[in-house]
């Protein structure tokens, strides 16, 4: 009779406290470093097997590394590890996370499937499959700790718009899609119906290549690069409708992808919003070749304390207190000076702009018309 290698107790014992090890500790092994610099994973590994024997009660005698070797390449063999090198630490599948992990990666996910109907069905699935786990937790798991109140002006779960009487043929439709072709690369053919800052684009078929979804403040945006001059642009996924053609059968891959994400998000944490500008100014941009405009805007009372709280509302900023206001300077492109002063109308009669010349001709217009509409209801 051939007896399996862990037909013994001892050596059966120290495999399932190895499993449990695994699925208890996951990323064990990432961290420990001996004196010589270099990884020493197996006496980490060792560690975590002890203690949890000692939890169960269970005796665990002294074994050498290269039996905790043998038996990692066994849980190798039976396709419990993968075959490849663990060298930021071992776990199990895709059992990558501890419990207090999870519960950090459960409430941003539910924070951000409140816009996306994609996320919120892979969060209702993990909520279901992790009930058990929530109830011996006593509900701690799966509670709502943390959240956010940022909420889409747009409906962006098809089935909801379709039991509403809302429906219409977005790009929202094609989110799978268009994830699936962030990651590989892909050239798209995509159809802009609407653009309301520029109506003549409306009703124009665009070809791009997608980089990222963005959620900012009212609603989810597909972040692009256009085939024809690799200028970066902007678009409200509820603005293009359903129409998705992938262009052609060559992948550029994700690591050209991401290094034009990085591109592209250089030229945001520069402005102010997400506008990006036209293809000549962004391309003088890019280039180092463009001259930014400094705004100054003073703030008045109530909204100073606001106003000096923002510390990092923008890298170029400088904020000066004096008595009775506040001295707001940014350096930015000339592109975000819309948006620039859409924030500044926010405080109304609490702000004055004093340059550039331009913007401050603006918001004194703005300021006559408003006037000028309440004097008439007066």
Sequence with gaps: MNLHSYSESDSF?????????????????????????????????????????????????????????????????????????????????????????????????????????TLKRVYETLERRLRGLNLDLKGQLLYPVRTQ?????????????????????????????????????????????????????????????PLQMIYADIAWYVLCEQLEDGHFVMIRLDRLSDHFRVVGEVQRGLEVQFEQLKLAHRLLSRGWGLYLGDVEAQRLERSGQLEFVTAIVRFFPPVLDFILEGERRHPTQKVRRQEGYVDYQVSLPERSMAEFLQWVNRFMGAAQVLAPDSLRRQHYEAALRLVGRYEKNL
């Design 13 to 117: 014992i120290r495999l399932m406290m190895l499993i449990a090890t695994l699925v208890h500790h996951p990323g064990v092994g990432a961290e420990d470093v001996n004196e010589t610099g270099q990884s020493d994973a197996m006496q980490a590994v060792f560690a975590q097997m002890r203690q949890i024997a000692q939890e169960l009660d269970l005796a665990l005698p002294e074994y050498s590394v290269h039996t905790i070797r043998k038996d990692l390449r066994t849980l190798r063999k039976y396709g419990i590890l993968d075959r490849r090198m663990y060298r930021w630490g071992y776990y199990l599948g895709t059992g990558a996370l501890t419990q207090m992990e999870l519960s950090i990666a459960l409430q941003a996910l539910m924070a951000q499937a409140q816009g996306d109907p």
């Design 149 to 209: 109140l940022q909420r889409s002006i747009i409906y962006t779960d098809p089935a909801e718009m379709m039991l509403r009487g809302h429906y219409r043929h977005s790009l929202l439709e094609r989110v799978d899609e268009l994830l699936s072709a962030i990651l590989r690369g892909d050239a798209i053919e995509l159809y802009q119906r609407s653009n309301p800052y520029v109506p003549e684009s409306s009703g124009q078929f665009l070809q791009v290549y």
